[in-house]
């Protein structure tokens, strides 16, 4: 038998994806998952600290029915949202600080249902929408907004 000694790598070279890289990967792996015909939205809700995650989601029809939309009319297919999805998964309200990854800029339905969760510090989101409503209501109402594209 050798007597030779194994040493770890150096770890002055290596590069660690960051928590933001993770949970928006992991928004768009859950995007993969949705069956809206129109757009696939993942949403991540984690710690402050990016320890815990809180929730997870992505649009499309409320469990046991079809996996379908309900109407073909865009904005207007029936599908839950992303980050609904995900808050209702989520326990604890302002007394839990919270942050949220989607895939798409949230529209103004769920900017309202982040600020009345309660404890939402940011959100990041990856790709632009028409509509600029839901990133005003969520400034206003003092959560951060980041536009985090991979």
């Known amino acids: ?10 770890t ?5 994806i960051s928590f933001k890289e993770i949970y928006m990967k992991f928004a768009f792996d859950l995007a993969s998952r949705s069956t809206c015909s129109r757009l696939k939205v993942g949403a991540v809700v984690v710690s402050d600290d990016f320890s815990r995650v809180y929730g997870i989601g992505y649009n499309g029809n409320a469990a046991g029915l079809p996996n379908k939309c309900d109407s073909e009319e865009p904005g207007n297919c029936g599908c ?26 949230p529209c103004s339905y769920c900017a309202k249902r982040m600020v009345n969760k309660g404890g939402v510090k940011k959100v990041y989101y990856s790709e632009p929408y028409r509509l600029k409503e839901g990133l005003e209501i969520l ?3 003092g959560i951060e907004v980041e536009q985090f594209q991979l």
Request: glycine share 4%; hydrophobic share 30%.
């Open 80 to 105: 839950l949202h992303a980050e609904d999805n995900a808050l209702l998964k989520t326990n604890g309200g302002a007394e839990t600080p919270k942050i949220i990854f989607v895939t798409h800029q």
């Open 12 to 16: 002055s070279n290596c590069h660690r």
């Open 139 to 141: 400034t206003k109402s």
């Open 1 to 10: 038998m050798s007597d030779t000694t194994v040493s770890a790598p150096a």
